[in-house]
Nanobody, 120 residues
Framework: EVQLVESGGGLVQTGGSLRLSCATS????????IGWFRQAPGKEREGVAC????????YYSDSAKGRFTISSDNAKNTVHLQMNSLKPEDTAIYYC?????????????RGQGTQVTVSS
């Protein structure tokens, strides 16, 4: 059974930082693309950052470049998203996703999501 379990969301002030984690199981981690997309009310889904399970290929959206860093821990089949210099427009539900195709966001599997709220 494939599982993606997100953690690390929460409430932070503008300029603050959060670190999201996605613990995965049930598929060959190093063969997949794993990443994060976000969904805010009234907005389209946005692929934020992705990484190949074995590293080191990464992708960042324009809004994430320079502020967010995605990394993978192959020993733990876990992906992290370090988010710095957060802005109110980063407020959204963040989902971890995984897929075999080289695209971001991946669309084979996804987690339940974790809320990120940035106050002004």
């Amino acid at each position: 059974e494939v599982q993606l379990v997100e953690s690390g969301g929460g409430l932070v002030q503008t300029g603050g930082s959060l670190r999201l984690s996605c613990a995965t199981s049930g598929f060959r981690f190093v063969e997949y693309v794993i990443g994060w997309f976000r969904q805010a009310p009234g907005k389209e889904r946005e692929g934020v950052a992705c990484i190949t399970g074995g590293g080191p290929i990464t992708y960042y959206s324009d809004s994430a470049k320079g502020r967010f860093t995605i990394s993978s821990d192959n020993a733990k089949n876990t992906v992290h998203l370090q988010m710095n210099s957060l802005k109110p427009e980063d407020t959204a539900i963040y989902y971890c996703a995984a897929g075999i195709e080289r695209q971001c966001p991946p669309n084979d599997y996804r987690g339940q999501g974790t809320q990120v709220t940035v106050s002004s």
